[in-house]
């Protein structure tokens, strides 16, 4: 099978969800780096003004010969300079430009050959004001912060993965239902229509599960339907089509017969069946109109019309309940039943419409020794070499419990099929 087109939805997740995570750390990790790196600045700063301050309380005299206090820095390097910004003694450069700077009597702070230097004025007794200077080499600066930024990175890239984690099984967890929803589909588009989806608590994808089943359901039984109808159409014009067949037979041997009479009724008959193909092929494909109000008179006066010639009686009890159903079906039913009883029965054929309380019942009868066989059997679905019913009574039954009715038969000894539909309940 070809592999669709596409990004796969779980890889789609992925790089998305740790994507937008890797983009949210680094806006948050850059600005969080440069404030990072200016505070350890500032504060290198102020520990080299505390440094410097000392150094200069301990020099009173300007000579540079006084000891350092003991809690400096060993990274620090420490001078004495003049105001003009030359070097007295100590440790630096030979000229200082920040140390220049602070002859003005205050201190100061500047990045001087390499390294981070401050200044602290020493008021010398007897003399004029010296400047002491203390630098720290920016190596030691940046290693502080660049120490900083490798945890923050470490801290960044353990986000980062956790992301990813969450990321592929929540994209597992999301995947998952579609993955089992396109095996359905294929199941589904290969003849498998017991199809079901199973949960996964996500809504929409549930909502489709559903949604498939509701859909493998309604295509199985539309096959279903599909399939039987060449079975029953068979069965239903087998009888209409021997007919006029052997009504223009005859009329063809028999001398002086009247062939126009003979081709009225082959043409009625023909039109029968062409009504008959029209229902059968509504009802199995479901795509009749809907349910409307039964004309019960009209459709027994149709029915003693397209039995014309056997002897019919159809009669009314009384006033009948409304019923909504397709018209159709209910007619196809009663072309079932008037059928079997011309077939399998004998004498007078009555049908008879009556109101049953809650219901419509049409009672099909007829004068014949009756049924032998139990219910089960009469409805059972035969083929056309077995000995019985055939599987005119099977599709009629099954077209009565697609209107929401029931065919029962309710006497087998003079028999009687009866039909029975619910009557419509005010809305």
């Keep these: ?10 890889r789609r997740l992925l790089v998305t969800i740790t994507g937008i995570t890797a983009v949210a750390v680094v806006l948050l990790a850059v600005p ?29 005299d300007g000579t540079g010969a006084a000891p350092l206090p003991r809690e400096l820095s060993p990274h ?10 030359r070097r007295a003694s100590g440790g630096g450069p030979r000229t200082s430009r920040v140390a220049a700077a602070s002859a003005d009597g205050r ?13 602290a004025p020493v008021a010398v007794r007897g003399g004029p004001p010296e400047v002491v ?3 720290l080499p920016e190596s030691a600066v940046r290693a502080r912060t660049t120490r900083a930024w490798l945890l923050m990175g470490a801290f960044a890239a353990v986000i980062i993965g956790l992301a990813a984690g969450v990321a592929w099984k929540q994209s597992r967890r999301l995947a998952r239902p ?25 809504r929409e994808a549930d909502a489709a599960g559903r949604a498939l089943e509701v859909t493998a359901r309604r295509l199985g039984s539309l096959l279903e339907r599909e399939r039987a109808f060449s079975a029953d159409v068979s069965h239903q014009l087998r009888t209409p089509l021997t007919g006029l067949l052997l009504g223009l037979e005859a009329a ?28 059968l092929l509504l009802l199995a494909r479901d795509a009749g109109p809907d349910r409307e109000p039964l004309d019960v008179p009209a459709l027994l006066d149709e029915l003693r019309a397209r039995w014309e010639g056997l002897p019919l009686t159809t009669t009314v009890q009384g006033p009948l309940p409304s019923v909504h159903v397709k018209t159709s079906a209910v007619r196809q039913i009663l072309d079932v039943l008037v059928d079997n009883a011309r077939e399998h029965g004998g004498g007078a ?4 419409a009556s109101d049953i309380g809650g219901g419509l019942a049409f009672d099909v009868a007829d004068e014949g020794p009756g049924i032998t066989d139990s219910e089960d059997d009469v409805f059972t679905r035969r083929g056309a070499s077995e000995a019985g019913h055939g599987i005119g009574l099977a599709l009629a039954r099954s077209l009565a419990e697609a209107e929401g009715g029931r065919l029962v038969l309710r006497r087998p000894a003079p028999p009687i099929f009866t039909l029975l539909l619910p009557a419509t309940r005010d809305a």
């Design 133 to 135: 200077r203390v630098a």
């Design 178 to 202: 579609l993955e089992r929803l396109t095996r359905a589909a294929q199941a589904l588009g290969a003849g498998d229509f017991t199809v079901r989806a199973q949960p996964s608590g996500l």
């Design 1 to 10: 099978m070809e592999r669709p087109p596409g990004t796969p939805l779980r």
């Design 76 to 85: 620090l390097t420490v001078g004495l300079y003049r105001p003009d910004g």
């Design 32 to 60: 969080l780096a440069v404030a990072v790196q200016l505070l350890y600045r500032a504060q290198a700063v102020a520990t080299l003004e505390r440094d410097a301050a000392r150094v200069a309380a301990v020099e009173p």
């Design 107 to 119: 201190s100061h702070q500047a990045d001087e050959a390499g390294a981070l230097a401050v200044t």
């Design 252 to 279: 063809l041997e028999r001398p002086g017969a009247d062939l126009r009479s003979a081709a009225r009724t082959a043409v009625r008959r023909g039109e029968r069946m062409r009504d008959i193909i029209d229902d």
């Design 349 to 352: 054929i009555t049908v008879e």
